[in-house]
């Protein structure tokens, strides 16, 4: 099922996708599908990443 509605990131009219860590619906640009979460929290997890916590 595709969703369209606002992006909570940017604010654009697009299709949406869910973050599966925060819940936030974020269109295509503001999301990241090979880890499947919105831009801010692949930042997180790419820091947490880089600083061994993995």
Do not use: N, Q, W
């Not at 860590?21 to 790419?46: F, H, M, N, Q, T």
Request: proline content about 2%; some cysteine; hydrophobic content about 35%.
């Amino acid at each position: 099922m595709e969703v369209r509605g606002v992006c909570s990131l940017c604010g654009r009219v697009a299709f949406l996708h869910t973050c599966r860590l925060c819940g936030a619906l974020v269109c295509s640009d503001c999301y990241v599908p090979e880890l499947g979460v919105c831009r801010i929290c692949a930042g997180k997890l790419r820091r947490r990443k880089s600083k061994g916590a993995f």
